[in-house]
């Protein structure tokens, strides 16, 4: 056999070799792909279903609202059997009443306060600091989640935010602990306490609210005036043009007639 022969021999394999390890580093690479994004998904989950607080239409600041507390349920094998939402007692809320909810008994515990406080001129010393939702029955079961209505107020003028700390009990006894507060500027802690954003004073949007109906009202009154104004003016000079027609036409039919008699 000649030399030219057994060459191609020697390397007519090569090919199919760099093919088949081509594609066992293109598996293992989407192998590993598939389980750091596996991973991912399984670290940032618990973001998305932490335990939060949002109002039911504005919570402005001196006012009274009705706020939710979404609470769903981070388990799979384990149900949310009770509820415990702690109130801010640097800020307390003199009214906190609970919305009956079937399937859940509420209790309402009230604590001596340091400092009075003053509603309507009456002083009050204490206040709900604690607002605990018990299942009667399964309670929140894994794939679900419940909300849980508080009518509470009046709210504080001296603060833009207010933290409710809470504690969230599964059927197999595991308690999550969400009271860590959100600083500005950093990430979102791992166990988040629910916060209620408070907007601008009532009062102050309604004063400006009410201020720009009577502007607009203003600015339509003068338009309608002017619009009357000049439909008046215009309608005068077309009567007075209709005069000068209706003279000039009786005069010429008067010359006319005194040419024929003449």
Do not use: C
């Not at 509603?119 to 849980?148: C, L, N, R, S």
């Not at 009046?154 to 860590?180: C, H, M």
């Not at 009567?239 to 009786?250: D, R, S, T, Y």
């Amino acid at each position: 056999m000649q030399v030219s022969q057994l060459v191609p021999s020697l390397t007519a394999g090569r090919p199919a070799t760099r093919r088949t390890a081509a594609r066992r580093t293109a598996a293992r690479v989407a192998a590993g792909a598939a389980v750091a994004g596996t991973a991912v998904l399984a670290l940032s989950a618990p973001a998305f279903a932490h335990v939060t607080v949002q109002p039911e239409g504005a919570a402005a600041k001196g006012s009274y609202a009705v706020v939710d507390f979404k609470v769903p349920n981070e388990r799979d094998n384990a149900s949310t059997t009770k509820v415990e939402v702690n109130l801010p007692t640097d800020h307390p809320l003199a009214s906190v009443m609970a919305q009956p909810i079937p399937g859940w008994s509420v209790q309402l515990t009230k604590t001596k306060l340091a400092k009075p406080l003053t509603v309507h001129g009456d002083k009050i010393d204490q206040a709900v600091t604690k607002v605990t939702w018990t299942a009667d029955g399964k309670g929140i079961e894994p794939g679900y989640f419940q909300k849980f209505p508080l009518s509470v107020g009046a709210l504080p003028d001296n603060t833009d935010q207010l933290v409710f700390k809470a504690l969230q009990t599964y059927s197999d006894k595991e308690v999550v602990r969400w009271i860590e507060v959100p600083q500005a500027g950093q990430d979102e802690p791992q166990n988040p306490a629910p916060v209620l954003q408070l907007t601008a004073a009532a009062d102050e949007h309604g004063a400006a609210a009410a201020q720009d109906a009577s502007d607009g009202k203003k600015e339509n009154t003068a338009a309608a005036s002017d619009s009357g104004s000049s439909s008046d003016t215009t309608a005068r000079v077309l009567g007075v043009a209709g005069i000068v027609v209706g003279a000039a036409g009786v005069a010429y039919g008067v010359l006319a007639g005194r040419r024929r008699t003449a």
